[in-house]
Nanobody, 122 residues
């Protein structure tokens, strides 16, 4: 079982920046892709950014591309989301996510953090 603990959320003015961190309870240096989802009130949870086990950022949502940057430090079992030029539409609960790829895909496992609130004021 993997536990994910997020931090770094908060209240920021439009145009500001925040950096979210997510620490995993076990080593994430292989067979784990990680990422960040977000869920705004009344909306579905959406994938914001994803990074492979090799450290390649392989997905950004169109709404955040060029403003948000995902990175990971496998030595610290940590993934980050640097969020710049924030706007009120970025207000949401942000969830850290990890997927472990088993040798047999039917045994792949998904893990979630508890979420951290990001609020962007005008």
């Amino acid at each position: 079982q993997v536990q994910l603990v997020e931090s770094g959320g908060g209240l920021v003015q439009a145009g500001g920046s925040l950096r979210l961190s997510c620490v995993a309870s076990i080593s994430i240096n292989s067979r784990f892709d990680m990422g960040w989802y977000r869920q705004a009130p009344g909306k579905q949870r959406e994938l914001v950014a994803r990074i492979t086990s090799a450290g390649s950022a392989n997905y950004y949502a169109d709404s955040v591309r060029g403003r948000f940057f995902i990175s990971r430090d496998s030595a610290k079992n940590t993934v980050y989301l640097q969020m710049n030029s924030l706007n009120p539409e970025d207000t949401a609960v942000y969830y850290c996510w990890a997927v472990h790829y088993a040798l047999n895909p039917k045994y792949d496992s998904n893990y979630w953090g508890q979420g951290t609130q990001v609020t962007v004021s005008t």
